[in-house]
């Protein structure tokens, strides 16, 4: 028998989240010194010991913390969608699509997939400076289509958890799209600058909240509409 009462381990990834924010802040060099470093032909972004609590790099500490974080929030997701299969409820079609998407953000967290539309968007399309990081473009459109299909969800599932998922859309939303286009709007006419390192900052910190809330509208769903759950391991048939 597996409760779910978890409210204390989401405070908790809450806490981390804004420590590894605040480590990152301290630790990060400044612009000057990135572009010192990056002007020299000995430096290697691998080796650089601030990249292991910087936020705005890949394949470090915060990196796979989000990593566990989305894909945490996907399992219990999945959790749901299956009790609910189970109950005979239709919206677990719904709760699973959410799964889906938590999985899927947690690779991409980890690899970074959607920096890979980038370069082909800018070079086919002539985009103002506000779609700099020119994904944007392909985020915008997936978070509308989301929106559609999800409005039946919101509005069918009890009102708080719905208040805790539009919650966390603003918040991951705001910091992903809406932060993320004033970076890169500053990143395109000024260059690389101390303001871009702070919106970097707020940008990762919106994000990883977003994934906390909607972890958090997760667990009072499981707390108070399904109470614990009961997992089966069945061992293979022997034929």
């Excluded at 301290?26 to 691998?46: D, H, K, M």
């Excluded at 959790?79 to 991409?108: C, M, P, Q």
């Excluded at 286009?181 to 919106?199: F, M, N, P, V």
């Excluded at 499981?222 to 293979?236: A, Q, Y």
Aim: glycine share 8%; aromatic share 16%; charged share 15%.
């Amino acid at each position: 028998m597996i409760h779910l009462f978890t409210k204390r381990f989401v405070l908790l990834c809450a806490l981390t989240v804004t420590f590894l924010v605040v480590v990152s802040f301290i630790s990060a060099p400044r612009a000057t010194e990135l572009l010192n470093e990056q002007g020299s032909q000995y430096y290697n972004v691998l080796s650089d010991q601030s990249r292991l609590f910087n936020i705005d790099q890949e394949v470090n500490i915060p990196t796979w913390f989000v990593g566990f974080l989305t894909l945490y929030t996907g399992l219990l997701a999945g959790i749901i969608a299956s009790t609910e299969k189970v109950r005979g409820n239709w919206l677990h079609f719904w709760w699973r699509g959410l799964a889906i998407i938590f999985v899927y953000i947690s690779l991409d967290e980890v690899s970074g997939l959607h920096e890979l539309v980038i370069d082909p968007i800018r070079n086919s399309f002539d985009l103002p400076p506000w779609l700099y990081q020119a994904w944007i473009v392909v985020g915008l459109a997936l978070v509308g289509l989301f929106g559609l299909i999800y409005s039946i969800f919101l509005w069918k599932v009890p009102r708080l958890v719905a208040f805790y998922f539009i919650l966390a859309g603003i918040v991951y939303v705001g910091g992903a799209v809406g932060v993320e286009a004033i970076g890169g709007y500053s990143l395109s006419t000024q260059g690389l600058s101390d303001w871009y390192i702070e919106l970097a900052h707020i940008e990762e910190f919106m994000e990883m909240m977003g994934v906390v809330l909607a972890m958090y509208a997760c667990t009072h769903y499981l707390r108070c509409h399904i109470k614990s759950v009961t997992i089966l391991f069945h061992p293979p048939k022997v034929r």
